[in-house]
């Protein structure tokens, strides 16, 4: 279930694009309903800032789906901190969510190797996703494993449609490792 970036759950979570004024808007319990109700009708069957889309006061909003979403049985609560766009945000209190939510908690959004196993021991975090850091970098486990360094995303031609951007990046090919090796036999 996609509820960001602009999409239509998201667009009826935010107060600046729900002007409805019916049970699925104005109040929080009623800009959630359809999030809920959606995730109700999904897990029934299989278990359990884009654009300019933005909410007056998101940390409420957040907190709320948080702590409605913390009896769902979900497996994870998948987190975008901050806007993807690189845009500065107000500060937002993403232990919070994770607190109010409960269960385990994915962050993501502009992680490297050192800030996510930060964030995992200081218990901010559960588990880090990695998006454009595994799209320029099919290899992306590797080279954290062996301290290697990363290609960096080409923007262009990102989200362009074709292949070019996603196929093309190099693997690793050589490298001396900074820290020993593993070996399992």
């Avoid at 800009?31 to 654009?51: C, K, M, N, Q």
């Avoid at 845009?87 to 992680?111: C, Q, S, T």
Wanted: proline share 5%.
């Amino acid at each position: 279930m996609h509820s960001a970036n602009g999409y239509l759950l998201d667009q009826f979570l935010r107060d600046r694009t729900n002007k409805r004024t019916d049970r699925y808007g104005e109040t929080l319990d009623n800009r959630s309903r359809l999030l809920l109700e959606v995730l109700d009708a999904v897990t029934s069957v299989a278990g359990v800032t884009a654009g300019d889309i933005s909410d007056s006061d998101p940390q409420t909003l957040f907190n709320h789906v948080a702590k409605s979403l913390s009896t769902e049985g979900l497996a994870y609560l998948y987190v975008i901190e901050g806007d993807t766009s690189g845009k500065p945000v107000a500060p937002f209190d993403y232990a919070e969510i994770k607190r109010l939510f409960g269960g385990l908690y994915m962050a993501n959004h502009a992680y490297d190797k050192a800030r996510s196993n930060a964030a995992i021991a200081e218990g901010r975090a559960d588990l880090i996703a990695f998006g454009k850091p595994f799209i320029a970098n099919p290899d992306l486990v590797t080279r954290f494993l062996l301290d290697a360094p990363l290609a960096q995303l080409n923007q262009e031609t990102l989200y362009g449609g074709a292949e070019r951007g996603y196929t093309d990046y190099p693997l690793l090919s050589t490298v001396a490792p900074t820290t020993p090796v593993p070996c399992w036999g």
